[in-house]
Every structure is written in C-alpha cells, then in structure tokens.
C-alpha cells in the first residue's frame, strides 16, 4: 500500500535528523478514516500537520508536522512524548521534539508529504491523548490551468484539480480572490470580476481534513492540510 518517498530533516534550530519515508494513497473519504481516539481528557492538544509545496526544496514540499499541548488553564504542558505514525515513516512513527524547555510546543518540519493516514499520541505521566486519527486526503494536482497556460481577461476561469482522498473542504485562491472555502469537488470557477489582467496570476488549492478529540479538552483537534499551487498565469 506504501511506495517509497524521500526522507524528512528536522529544521527550526534543531539536531538535523533523518528519516526514511513511504507513500501510499487511502481509499474512500478522507474523513471515513477519521477516529477521535481516547484520553484522560486532562490536556487540551492542537495538532497540525500543513504541507505545502515547495519546488525549490529535494522532495518538494515543506511539511510542519507541530503539537501544542496545554493544560485546562492554558499553561504549557513540557516534557511530553509526542508521536504522529504513518505507515510510511521508518519504524512507523516519528516523536516531535519540543521547541523549547517548557514551551509545551513540539514540532518537526520535513521536506516530503507521505500519503496515508496519521495518527497521534501523547503521553506526560498520567496525562494522555491515545489513538487520534485523521485520515490523509492524499496529494492533489491541479489540472488547469497549468504553469504558463494564457488566459482570457475578465472571463470565468475553471479551476480543476484531482481528488487522491475527499478532502472534508477544500480552499482556493489566487492574487486577486480571497480564500474561498468549498467541497472538495474537483472544480471551482472563478468569476470573470475576479480574473483582471496580469502577468503573474498564482493560483493555490488547499485540501483539508480534521477530526475533534474525545479524549482531550474542548478545542482539542487534529488537522491535515496540503497545498499545491500553479504559477504563472498569465491573463489578457
């Protein structure tokens, strides 16, 4: 079901590390494979894994994989062992170092996106967050328009994309369009009020998956997202 990927790279100051990745695509909905795990319901956890594409980077993509951990009165929760497992990572997980003695932040940023789905754990004595799932909605590509296509000024503009895994919304945007939030079809037209001339249009597609935790406080969720972007578009 995997397929290999390249490795991940600690960044942000931190003790280069190397992982051997592996891709693999889930099958139906993102959100069918969502599980809201267990817990002692004692932390409220933040987890964000956002990949976003990065042409200029082996891999292709820039992908933070980070956690706050907090108590019910907001304080940091430090020395926590935080573990988010793929299929595809070596040894089947990957343990985020936190960003600082007692920030109660974790985070590890990597240079690929795997597929797949991730689950999360978190572990500070008797406190816990056990068996979070979010399913992966895959990576998506956008099929028009394509890096230097020309198009038509002050016309509608269909934007299609593929769907690996149904994402539970999707987003675009471009210079000239705020985000618009919409499921995750496969197509939006943008407007022809939204289309002006320019030489550098950039178009961006986000896909985004999450699940609430049952086993943390109110506010605790875990989120995927990805991003892929076209750039330029010329319009005249």
């Not at 699940?211 to 605790?220: F, N, P, R, T």
Request: net charge negative; charged share 15%.
């Amino acid at each position: 079901m995997m397929t290999p990927a390249p490795c991940f790279r600690l960044y942000a100051g931190l003790t280069a590390l190397t992982l051997v990745a592996a891709c693999g695509d889930g099958t139906g909905p993102a959100t069918s494979r969502n599980n809201p795990g267990t817990g002692s319901s004692t932390l409220r956890v933040t987890a964000d894994i956002d990949a976003s594409d990065d042409p200029t980077i082996i891999g292709g993509f820039s992908t933070d994989y980070f956690v706050s951990v907090r108590t019910g009165a907001g304080l940091p929760v430090s020395a926590a062992t935080v573990t988010i497992s793929n299929g595809s990572f070596a040894g089947g997980k990957i343990t985020l170092p936190e960003t600082g003695a007692g920030s109660g932040d974790y985070l590890l940023t990597g240079n690929t996106f795997p597929s797949g789905d991730f689950r999360l754990d978190v572990v500070q004595g008797t406190n816990t967050i056990s068996g979070v799932v979010v399913g992966g909605p895959g990576v998506h590509n956008i099929i028009t328009p394509v890096k230097d296509d020309t198009v038509a000024v002050n016309q509608p503009l269909l934007v299609r994309w593929t769907v690996p895994s149904q994402a539970k919304s999707a987003e675009v945007e471009t210079r000239d369009l705020a985000p618009v939030t919409l499921p995750d079809t496969g197509a939006y037209q943008i407007v022809g009020a939204d289309n002006p001339a320019r030489s550098d249009q950039r178009i961006r597609v986000f896909r985004f998956n999450e699940v609430d935790m049952a086993g943390g406080l109110i506010g605790s969720r875990f989120r995927v997202t990805v991003r892929k972007t076209v750039e330029p578009v010329v319009v005249q």
